[in-house]
């Protein structure tokens, strides 16, 4: 079984794709660093949205999600635009935890795990 890269780098794979499952690399949204919470939530949504098409998939097959969050403050904010993306009956399973991310500016980090 072959293994698909897509926008790989000296350091990692955006994209991961093995057999029937795609794998991403944690996203931030790089249009928002230093906005709500809530815009870079939407943003990044948006890439993973992106990225899972790209990988011949979308989030009604979502299996795992972890989310990084610098402060648990932003729990509820977060919560508010994650509820209003997952599709419905298909939410994964996840985890959100808190955490320092590589750069300065970005509040959320997320990674999923899907199926296609």
Not at 7 to 28: E, F, K, N
Not at 54 to 74: F, I, P, Q, S
Not at 80 to 109: I, M, N, Q
Request: glycine share 6%.
């Amino acid at each position: 079984m072959s293994i698909e890269r897509k926008h790989t780098g000296p350091r990692m794979s955006q994209i991961v794709a093995h057999g029937s499952l795609v794998y991403l690399a944690g996203q931030v949204g790089d249009n928002t660093s230093g906005a709500p919470i809530e815009e870079q939530t939407r943003d990044t949504l948006a890439g993973i949205d992106s990225l899972l098409a790209e990988a011949g998939t979308d989030k009604t097959k979502l299996l795992t999600a972890t989310v990084w969050l610098t402060d648990m403050r932003y729990f509820d904010a977060f919560n508010a635009v994650w509820d209003a993306w997952v599709a419905p009956d298909c939410a994964p399973a996840r985890a959100c935890v808190e955490a320092k991310l590589a750069a300065p500016g970005f509040d959320v980090e997320i990674m999923v795990v899907a199926a296609r």
